[in-house]
């Protein structure tokens, strides 16, 4: 239920406010809206304020909207005289433009409020300290060390892990030099060359950072037991609140994780857990309930970690700024994200980047949902994202979409004259290929991703 509310939400939120950008323009320049529609297909709900020309349209298909303008071309039947002046096709190119690209404009200025507001406000993350760098990969090549903290990346601060990552994203993407200075666990300032020319197209489907060589810190959860769910297999065996689990089926257990992986590897199989409980230590066997993930068989016995809250604390920032920082922050940001997001789609089309990086309907509400569940901020951080990839491929130059019509209008501009209803018609019939071939694409994509997990 929380991930359809947060999909449904986002996808009012983005679709009202790009049409909104079309709506607000389309009267400025004085053009008659005839239909402001949430959703495609049959009306559900319908809406027309007294002395308004516009129907406020709820339609069943709630993946997008419409602006349905008056316009000659698509008439059912004659555009009275008197509003002929109003029709779309009637107006300057100029202001048609204006019209068609203010929808996307709407889209990455609401990721710039999001952002601004989530830069004002502070978001939480990871400070970009270094975990385990593995040998024989970049980062050690560039004599990276564990406990390093990155203080920058060819000049620009680096506040967060998640910073990094975008910054590395983008680099790698256009295969430039990583400058690197960071500050070593001591507080000595430290300067590195990070090679990411060995990077693959392939590299860039999964995380990439770990091909690079780079891991954020995280602290050490000892394989303590936290808590024990009612009615559990752990319960039920004997498990308590404060019990080291010193060896799994005579093998010791040094961290929390190993433990985890000892207990999904053994679904419906007996385990025996050497227990330290106080100063006295004893051996318990349970049976880890067999539950099925990503089409295959884990175990799992109902008791959480007991987790060291002030050694989390220490590795946890937040990033804030002053209003007219966060302003300059959420302007960089949505520019660096959209770059990154034309750059990704263009490698995709070339062939260097695998069309798996797509994403689809299913993939966006599962990750509505997540990030609902983690927190408005990670909420609010989603929708700034999928408004500014909404942006992005609206301006791309496909008929059906606004960068196609804008496409159209720049011809006339050069022209001087209209498109053809010919080259209009094949337009039309080229987008529909194409963007039935991305929707194949994105949703093959959305059920390989659930198949797979």
Not at 202 to 219: A, M, S, T
Not at 259 to 265: G, K, P
Not at 293 to 316: C, F, N, T, Y
Not at 333 to 358: A, D
């Amino acid at each position: 239920m929380i991930t359809l509310l947060a999909f449904v939400g986002a996808i009012a939120l983005l679709v009202v406010f790009h049409e909104l950008g079309h709506f607000w323009v389309a009267r400025r320049c004085g053009v008659k809206v005839l239909r402001f529609s949430i959703g495609f297909g049959k009306v559900i709900y319908s809406k027309r304020f007294a002395g308004s020309d516009t129907e406020w349209v709820i339609s069943a298909i709630p993946l997008g909207g419409y602006v349905k303008m008056l316009d000659e071309r698509e008439a059912e039947g004659e555009v009275a005289p008197e509003d002929v002046k109003y029709a779309f096709n009637r107006q300057p190119v100029l202001q048609r433009m204006a019209i068609v690209v203010s929808g996307p404009l709407a889209n990455f200025l609401l990721a710039i409020v999001l952002y601004w507001a989530l830069f004002v406000h502070g978001v939480p993350g990871l400070k970009p300290i270094l975990g385990e760098v593995p040998p024989n990969s970049p980062a050690a090549y560039a004599q990276m060390q564990p406990g390093e903290t990155i203080v920058s990346i060819n000049g620009e601060a680096i506040p967060s892990w998640e910073e990094l990552r975008w910054a590395l994203l983008e680099l790698a993407l256009r295969q430039g030099e990583v400058k690197i200075e960071a500050r070593s666990a001591q507080g000595e300032p430290l300067f590195h060359l990070l090679d990411i020319g060995g990077l693959e197209a392939k590299d860039l489907d999964g995380e990439f950072l770990d091909k690079i060589g780079l891991h954020p810190y995280r602290p050490v959860i000892e394989p303590v037991i936290g808590n024990v769910a009612e009615g559990s297999v752990a319960q039920r065996a004997g498990l308590r609140k404060g019990d080291r689990v010193l060896r799994a089926n005579g093998v010791a257990i040094q961290h929390w994780g190993e433990l985890v992986e000892t207990i999904r590897a053994h679904p419906g199989q007996t385990v025996r857990l050497d227990i330290q409980r106080g100063e006295m230590k004893t051996t318990l066997e349970l049976v880890p309930q067999a539950v099925a993930e990503s089409r295959k068989s884990v175990g799992k016995i109902g008791a959480g970690p007991q987790v060291d809250r002030a050694a989390w604390q220490a590795v946890l920032t937040e990033v804030s700024y002053g209003p007219a920082e966060a302003l300059y922050q959420s302007l960089r940001k949505t520019w660096e994200t959209s770059s990154i997001t034309l750059k990704m789609l263009g490698k995709m089309v070339l062939g260097e980047v695998s069309m798996k990086n797509l994403s689809g309907p299913i993939t966006i509400a599962d990750y509505a949902g997540q990030s609902a569940e983690t927190g408005m901020a990670a909420y609010l951080s989603f929708l700034a994202l999928i408004s500014i990839s909404l942006g992005v491929l609206n301006l791309l130059p496909i008929p059906l979409l606004d960068g196609g019509h804008l496409l159209y209008y720049v011809v006339e501009l050069v022209k001087g004259s209209p498109v053809s209803d010919q080259a209009w018609e094949i337009g039309q019939k080229i987008g529909i290929a194409l963007l039935g071939m991305l929707m194949v694409f994105a949703i093959y994509n959305d059920i390989n991703r659930l198949i797979s997990g």
